[in-house]
């Protein structure tokens, strides 16, 4: 083609005004960037073809654009991603590509590399020269047409630039882009009367990542931009983070689902991004003064707090990747807060103890060991858990028990109080190593044996009592059940409350007697001991029923261990089923 002759022999500014006046976008940019390096050109046509062909041709050049224009070619990626920046239309009917406009220095380029391009195309030679001339007046679209009309019996114009022709290029080109805009407003009406266009999804901001490798400072723009621009999000280094609504966002219901999982995702990567840049920026700033240099780091800092207290929708999965491997340890505190992983905070400061003993460093301020009392104290009241793995830490090395030995008893207090640990399960602890000395918990044991010499003392007490208790019902039970043992009656008094004992009278064998009309008069049951057998019954059947749910009995005997085994046996849930009146009960 002419375009490629024109690229081929170096005459670049007349290849790209072909490709220009008959819309070979992908010739136009390749002759831009590749051979003639007018990369803010590109970057202008780019603007003008619209969001769809731009995000195409992106993708070829964003990395060489970003190179040599950054700061225009993140301003295009933010308004490619946020929908603005673009002419909502027609690229401009009133630009004049006619052969008029062709550059000045058109004819002198060829003088260095070979004959003009005029050679290559059958063009009047005579328009040429009344388009270098300057005139004003041929300058205008009516002129060129009227000097165009004039010449046509004259001279045999090339198809190229046949007038009829260009009058059709120009019908062309009426649109770039014209499936994302709406029809031109008639003559006489506003740009304000322009047809609203539906709403479109925007492109994932995720495909232009890649671009952004060496270009840290712009990528964070790129990110905050979008994120303000699209969902409201902004990141503030004094008033923190804040969230509004977008004016022309839809809510998330009324999106299809892919398209609000899409953008779930979009605004996922689009912080932990974030994120991990801020880390990164702060451990390693831009070059520049080292008064600067900590100023940055501490702002990058500020905003990765800011972000991962906000509730935006980041993966707290990989924030706590990231922030461990940028030793970011404000960060690992909060998202281990958040995630209740408070034993994870617990052993984080335990290792810092242990590497500074390993490196006799002297540190400022508290010691990684005060830092693990002190989450304890906050968190220890809802995890007691977590009061044996602090008791181990504190015997764990001379020095630590030294520095804490009034922290431990308090801790030891604290056991004994809450019933955390059993006192052969503090003595096994302590005993592991030889660091902490029977003298240090003497008081205590001696209390906590004296506790348990007590508590044995009333359970024999109380296991006597059951043991006659039962031996008496044993007799009542063998006397009632045998019949030749006469059974006689002191009763003089109504258990129901109505006087002295008058006949007729009615007496049960639990001991209860009743005047005949204070009974019903089906009645065979003694009224005060049914309501007590009534109720035994029920709470039989109820374990009867439960022992037949073994999912939760084997659940608390997994919580309470052996606890549950004997308040099973005790409730019946482990005996055979039982008979009552010849009947399953």
Partial sequence: TVIRVCRQAGYFDHAVYLAKKYERHDDYLRIQIEDAGNYRDALEYLRKLGPAASESNLTRYGRVLLEKLPEQTTQLFIDICTGGGFVSGTLDEKEDLDPAKVPASAGAAGSGGGPSYLSYLAYNRNSAAISASGDAASSTPSAQKEAGSSKRQEDVPSMAFDPSHKKRASTARASIYSASRGSSPPPGQGKSQQRQLPFVRKPSPRAYFVHFVDHPEYFIRFLEEVALSRWGQKVDLKTGTSEKKVADAPDAEQLPFTDAEADKQDRSAVWNTLIELYLTLSNKPPDMDKGKKAEVAKAMKTKALHVLK?????????????????????????????LRMYEDILRFWMDKEKALEGSNEEVKGDKPSSEVLRYLNRYGESNPHLYPLVLRFLTSTPILLQRHTTELTAILEHIEEEKIMPPI????????????????????????????????????????????????????????????????????????GDGPLELPAVHFMCKHSYHQRCLGEHETECPICATQHGVIRQLRRDNERIAQQHDIFLADVEENGFSAIATAFNRGIMNVARVENGLPA
């Fill in 310 to 338: 906000s509730s935006f929708e980041f993966d707290s999965t990989h924030a706590l990747l990231v922030c461990s491997t940028q030793q970011f340890t404000e960060g690992l505190i909060l998202l281990w807060e958040r």
């Fill in 425 to 496: 399960g503090v003595v096994q602890v302590l005993s592991r190593n030889g660091v902490a000395s029977v003298g240090l918990v003497k008081q205590w044991l001696m209390r906590r044996i004296g506790e348990s010499k007590s508590d044995i003392e009333s359970d024999r007490r109380l296991i006597d009592s059951y043991r006659s208790e039962t031996a008496a019902k044993l007799k009542d039970i063998a006397e009632l059940s045998d019949p030749d043992v006469p059974k006689v009656f002191h009763v003089t008094q109504c258990a129901a």
